[in-house]
């Protein structure tokens, strides 16, 4: 196996490493694994340059590192879920659409198709991380007595419950919408694929 598809593999087991880090009672743990979530990402672009830089492409790349982009992101989003800080609801329709829409592109592109990526998606992707990340920081911030203690306003005001909601809801939002504009704007490249199977 080439190293972009082993790093692949270690971005999907660090996921539930993460989880378990990031779900612990212990702030050190939390702490560990905000940096385990930084490292698991950092695989996607690392091992995304290896390819291209190596011409590691294969067929196994191509279906497993995004679906392996969206396990990640899909842990963290289902870590606050367990912690009651975002509606498990809103996870939902975004774990579903990110991996349907995944899931459809890495299959073309296993099978000799190319989707195109809208800016509209990358600008959604963007949007999902950013907010992954605020989340992340200040919830280890809020665990880290060193950070929280004498900023218990401040940490106060950036995990007001409204701002999570409407913010996620606005998320849950542009990932549906996105997700639908994309089916429709491939939908005759979506029928071919699938009637090629037929």
Excluded: C
């Excluded at 698991?40 to 672009?45: C, E, G, R, S, V």
């Amino acid at each position: 196996m080439v190293l972009p598809n082993q790093l692949t593999v270690l971005r999907i087991i660090l996921t539930p490493v993460f989880l378990f880090l990031f779900l612990s009672a212990d702030p050190l743990l939390k702490q560990i694994s905000l940096g385990v979530y930084v490292v698991a990402a950092l695989t996607d672009w690392y091992d995304g340059w290896l390819a291209r830089k190596f011409n590691y492409i294969t067929n196994w790349g191509k279906f497993w590192d995004p679906l392996a982009d969206k396990i990640l992101t899909s842990g963290a989003f289902i870590g606050f879920v367990i912690l009651k800080i975002v509606p498990l609801w809103m996870v939902i329709i975004i774990v579903f659409r990110d991996f349907i829409i995944t899931g459809l592109r890495a299959y073309a592109d296993y099978k000799g198709h190319s989707f195109h990526t809208s800016f509209y998606a990358k600008w959604k992707t963007f949007v999902q991380m950013a907010f992954l990340y605020y989340l992340m920081l200040v919830y280890v911030g809020i665990n880290t007595t060193q950070i929280y203690s004498g900023n218990e306003k401040i940490f106060e005001v950036l995990m007001n419950r409204n701002f999570i909601y409407f913010t996620m809801l606005f998320i849950t939002a542009i990932t549906f919408h996105s997700g639908v504009t994309y089916l429709y704007k491939n939908r005759y490249l979506i029928i071919n694929l699938f009637n090629h199977e037929a």
